[in-house]
């Protein structure tokens, strides 16, 4: 297999052979190649500074849920080391065209898209695509490179090279629905000029086991695991949106600019709501997000007309977009998401950003029209779309604001974190900033006690995970007894649960060694202030865990 | 001698003694109560952060140009420690009422006015100033409380907490022209809801020296040296502004944001125009901004109808809304400077700021029209005004531009760095961001070799200077054996010139501990990498310290 290496300042592709044996793929490969190439002084956005696209180790292979892709390079919005990962059918066919990693260097002084398929790969043009929305842009690729592509790309946003923009990846259903939502990385690809890339896989086939006994016989034992995962069957029939509920009653539904754990009206954004819509206009739950899911989670939603309004209504957007805002109509809610998706735009980030402008006196919570126009004037980069657009610290710095829910620089997302100190132990922490995926720790919510050790494992186990390419809702714990034999057999290489384990270690190493490098500092681990001293209703919880603990979290 | 300890949510004032025989004083005040009672993690703007101001050690001692003033604390712009120092009447009459230090903690919901005089100080409404750009505002103030009073004022730049906002200062013509400009120093006052601090010390005297004979001739000898000292007559003459041809002549007068170091059109700006200009119009060149100045270097500067426009046109405020927007117009840059006094910004950040508009596309170089109304959104704050009130940086991550003259946030000055490599060490390295004042090297401007060293040496007398309430001007390369004398003799204690030389040593290292408490770790020293390759015509020089040599300058 190979990596292709893009030059956008020379206009050159060339495909190098990557070794079999080195198991690192997805978020691990970005690790990789940003200690190997990424300049950690350049500017995030700098011709020097590189962007990484690539698929998981299983991509390709018949594993269950192996399709998710990583994005990376440096990031604008927390000037560290950043990946952000989605599902869709971008990293299946690119494993079956046996690419490893696109590696982004340069910047070309006009618009282009990467064209990959069984010959090869070049750059062209980017053309008429220039400016437009994600879903008119799809349509007109389509148009050009035929119906059977995997598209990843990045809207007005990324093009403007917003701190808060996002990399899209077509779906099952041929919708820019699926975002790598965190960190700017559209504005990494908008930085090389690069505003696509299509991926066809045509004549390409499975890609096949070094060990195809084995490896059929692991996949079908993670199959029948995910089948019977304590997740799958609640994220299949009510979606991520469970979490309105379930994070509400436990109090850690953010909700006002995070000044309440518990939204009082959030009956109208929870998934049994969304259900009953879904019902009655011909929107679905339970759809795939990727070829291979097993557990199927994300909802399409219509309107009162029954036209689709947008896919992947999940719960962080719901959340953000919705309680963060005081804002309980769905349908506003799903508008807002289809416009950020449309613009390649975070919904965690926005929310959090709109949000805080409730403290600059000029957002009244519940205003989903007003909302709905921010998001519309990030697209045009207004001034202030550009303000919002930079995210919620940039936009808190713009108007004064001390009050941040932000970890490095990026907004936190929407499992509270002083009602979920373990999962906050995490945000304190992860070198990515504050990243609901990059460690899930739910036990004993409300105690300081044993938090960092818990987040140390799952951190560990987590970015693991996020080397393979399967979701995370696959084995949320890691499960390295059920993915290293698969692994193990794809590559033919010797290949255990220890070194599962090892991987996660190494990935975390590299990533704290490369943010220190870009003058973070261990110092820069730890929640804001202030969720140290105001307490969040309902709970009235803080956060306690004591700040010499969290530079407990990376001794292993 | 004492403190002023304000808390401006209880708005509580208390008068703690503070020990003889410590000797700090303006910038080593600030490390010292930063040390002391700041918080690295805090935000900047929280409640929790401190806000100082700290007249030098021989404020209102008959010593020569010692009036400077000190303001700082932790800084929106940088996110480090901040000082920054201005001349004008406040220093001296603080020290005549035997006050070392103001330290403002909490925050007031209203605006507030500290007022100070002999009989103690009290905390009063701000009344009809709120939202009154600064001459206006001290109008105002005098009417209320006396012409004979010394203004500390923010404008509305600093109301509304930008990071690019100064703290004012009225000069001896009782005008607040004179500003402690970096940092975003207005933002940390304006934080605490802390309008203006008003001095007024009728009834005091000079500040009798514990021993006055020894005091008095080491006082004479400094003034002896000061008005035969090799700067003197120069800047009393052309003042600042002879930078224009000076730095023109070798390559670092920052023309066109930065991408030029000669500007061609440079006769409209120098000294020789500004001095022709004053004699047929009635300004002046040659003025005090504090008592007790030998050299006398301040420019006042009317229009061509004879009428006050600005006072203190300095060099870099000409060099950076001059040349690098490539404007050749005096009268503009004059009425610039005037906004920027009114609104109070730093005009060097400023002149950064709307350079790199260049870059993003909406500002061409030399349109001294649309640089006046952007400097009048600020004080609207619009949100194209907020952006730019946030500094080069902040304007540059909005707009996603990647090359900016900036360092630890903070824009480079007008002395520019590529041709002027010794200085930029400074820039480089300093805890205070790129900082012209913090370690003025000239030697060998366009090698390499040897520059860590000066800088190292410069800087560490230049924080020394910064205690004292000394100009810079006064001794260019710290001169302790005539410094130390003074403030041996005022305070009655041994202090010689080994003493002033540990305590800039000292102030050093507890910045730079600061720093790094504050998640800014020893990496962010360093140019931007761009300085490194783009050249700088008509030297066309880039940086080329080795970035290995820039992490031993602390090695002391």
């Excluded at 069984?118 to 400016?131: M, Q, R, W, Y």
């Excluded at 190493?509 to 110092?523: H, L, T, V, W, Y």
């Amino acid at each position: 297999m190979s990596i292709l290496k893009v030059n956008m300042t020379q206009r050159e592709v060339v495909s190098e052979p990557f070794p079999n044996d080195k198991i690192v793929g997805g978020r691990a490969m970005i690790d990789y190649l940003l200690t190997e190439y990424g300049i950690p002084s350049a500017h995030p956005l700098a011709p020097e500074s590189i962007f990484v696209a690539a698929p998981g180790l299983l991509a390709g292979s018949g594993a269950p849920q192996s399709g998710r892709i990583s994005f990376g390079g440096k990031s604008p919005l927390t000037g560290g080391i950043k990946e952000a990962n989605a599902g869709g059918t971008a990293g299946h066919k690119l494993g079956r065209l046996g690419i490893r990693a696109i590696m982004v260097e340069g910047k070309a002084d006009e618009w282009h898209i990467l064209k990959i398929d069984s010959s090869g790969a070049k750059l062209e043009p980017a053309g008429d695509i220039v400016g437009m929305k994600n879903y008119p842009a799809c349509d007109k690729l389509r148009e050009r490179y035929g119906e059977k592509i995997a598209i990843i790309i990045i809207g007005p946003a990324g093009e403007m090279r917003m701190a808060n923009s996002t990399v899209a990846v077509t779906d099952p259903e041929d919708r820019p629905a699926r975002h790598a939502g965190r960190g700017g990385v559209g504005a990494m690809m908008g930085a090389k000029g690069l505003k696509a890339i299509v991926i066809d896989s045509n004549g390409t086939s499975v890609r096949k086991a070094v060990d195809g006994e084995a490896f059929k016989a692991a996949a079908k034992k993670a199959a029948e695991a995910i089948q019977n995962g304590p997740l799958t069957e609640i994220m299949h029939t009510l979606g991520t949106n469970v979490c309105i509920d379930a994070d509400g009653d436990r109090g850690s539904l953010p909700s006002y600019n995070h000044r309440h754990g518990a939204f009082e009206k959030r009956k109208g954004l929870c998934s049994n709501t969304m259900i009953e819509l879904n019902n009655a206009r011909g929107g679905s739950m339970g759809n795939s997000c990727m070829p291979g899911c097993l557990v199927k989670c994300s909802p399409i939603f219509h309107d009162a007309d029954g036209n689709h309004v947008t896919s992947a209504l999940e719960y962080e957007t719901v959340a953000m977009l919705g309680a963060n805002l005081g804002i309980d109509d769905l349908d506003a809610v799903a508008r807002m998401d289809r416009q950020c998706d449309e613009l390649g735009l975070d919904t965690i980030e926005t929310g959090c950003a709109i949000g805080i402008l409730n403290d600059a006196g000029i957002f009244e919570f519940g205003d989903a029209a007003k909302a709905e126009a921010y998001i519309e004037e990030m697209g045009k980069g207004t001034p202030m779309g550009r303000i919002l657009g930079s995210g919620v610290t940039g936009t808190a710095h713009m108007f004064g604001i001390d009050r941040i829910p932000a970890v490095k620089g990026q907004g936190i997302p929407a499992h509270s974190a002083r009602s979920l100190k373990g999962w906050a132990v995490t945000y304190a922490t992860s070198p990515q900033g504050a990243d609901h995926t990059a460690g899930v720790v739910e036990d004993d919510p409300l105690s300081p006690v044993g938090q960092v050790e818990r987040s140390r494992k799952q951190q560990i186990a987590t970015a693991a995970m996020d080397a393979t390419g399967l979701c995370m809702f696959t084995f949320i714990d890691g499960q390295p007894e059920l993915i290293a034999p698969m692994i193990a057999a794809l590559y033919g290489v010797e290949w255990a649960a220890a070194d599962f384990e090892e991987l996660g270690k190494e990935m975390l190493r590299q990533e704290r060694a490369f943010n220190i490098k870009a003058g973070i500092g261990p110092e820069a681990d730890g929640l804001p202030d202030w969720m140290r001293k105001e307490p969040l209703p309902p709970t009235d919880a803080v956060f306690d865990v004591p700040q010499e603990e969290l530079q407990q979290l990376f001794n292993f």
